[in-house]
Nanobody, 119 residues
Framework: QVQLVESGGGLVQAGGSLRLSCVVS????????INWYRQTPGKQRELVAG???????NYADSVKGRFTISRDNAENTGYLQMNNLKPEDTGVYYCNANVRVLLRSSHYWGQGTQVTVSS
């Protein structure tokens, strides 16, 4: 009923930038929080950034000052602008959204998009 599709990943040199997008589609009544996670081999999936429906944001310490999360409520889309990328930012980035369908809210995940930062 609800699909999340990420895009914007790729290969970039250290110091470069990428912008990830997460489009939420389906029987969406409203979207509460949108979060971006990343996963690297051998590590647990970690929260990178989150944004509430009201626009409040939070970031992992490792990305503060470099990443910016935003959303376009009219387009049901979330974004993650990543600047000054570092090799340690390499990983698969996943979008997670808390979506209300009719009267029920649930968390949904996208398929992930690979980000690779070369040194």
């Amino acid at each position: 009923q609800v699909q999340l599709v990420e895009s914007g990943g790729g290969l970039v040199q250290a110091g470069g930038s990428l912008r990830l997008s997460c489009v939420v589609s389906g029987r969406v009544a409203s979207i509460n929080a949108i979060n971006w996670y990343r996963q690297t081999p051998g590590k647990q999936r970690e929260l990178v950034a989150g944004i509430t429906s009201g626009g409040s944001t939070n970031y992992a310490d490792s990305v503060k000052g470099r990443f910016t999360i935003s959303r376009d409520n009219a387009e049901n889309t979330g974004y993650l602008q990543m600047n000054n990328l570092k090799p340690e930012d390499t990983g698969v980035y996943y979008c997670n959204a808390n979506v209300r369908v009719l009267l029920r809210s649930s968390h949904y995940w996208g398929q992930g998009t690979q980000v690779t930062v070369s040194s």
